[in-house]
Nanobody
Framework: VQLQAFGGGLVQAGGSLRLSCAAS????????MGWFRQAPGREREFVAA????????YYADFVKGRFTVSRDNAKRTVYLQMNSLKPEDTAVYYC????????????????WGQGTLVTVSS
């Protein structure tokens, strides 16, 4: 199983980025997908998740209205559109796959990608 996240980079506050996570080696449409992030010196935290069909999504309060998670099962890819970025959004962003129901905790996920760094300058 491989989850490869990409799309991170340096952006000014108020700007946008779109992260992608390409999955291989697993039946993608059978897995809920999640995004987490980890800032320097802090624990990894939940950002957003999407159900297997893409019909339902869930967000951490601090990204509601700014971030949107989506997926394309035909392309085996999950996306995180990030708008109105803030310096406090600076972190390494990870995608993860969970068999079964939508999960919001780290322990609920079975597979993890390697992360992509997002840096938001003020």
């Amino acid at each position: 199983v491989q989850l490869q996240a990409f799309g991170g980079g340096l952006v000014q506050a108020g700007g946008s980025l779109r992260l992608s996570c390409a999955a291989s080696g697993l039946p993608f449409s059978n897995y809920c997908m999640g995004w987490f992030r980890q800032a320097p010196g802090r624990e990894r935290e939940f950002v957003a998740a999407i159900t297997r069909s893409g019909g339902s999504t869930y967000y951490a309060d601090f990204v509601k209205g700014r971030f949107t998670v989506s997926r394309d099962n035909a392309k085996r890819t999950v996306y995180l559109q990030m708008n109105s970025l803030k310096p406090e959004d600076t972190a390494v962003y990870y995608c993860a796959a969970a068999a079964g129901l939508l999960q919001t905790t780290l322990r609920g996920y079975d597979y993890w990608g390697q992360g992509t760094l997002v840096t938001v300058s003020s």
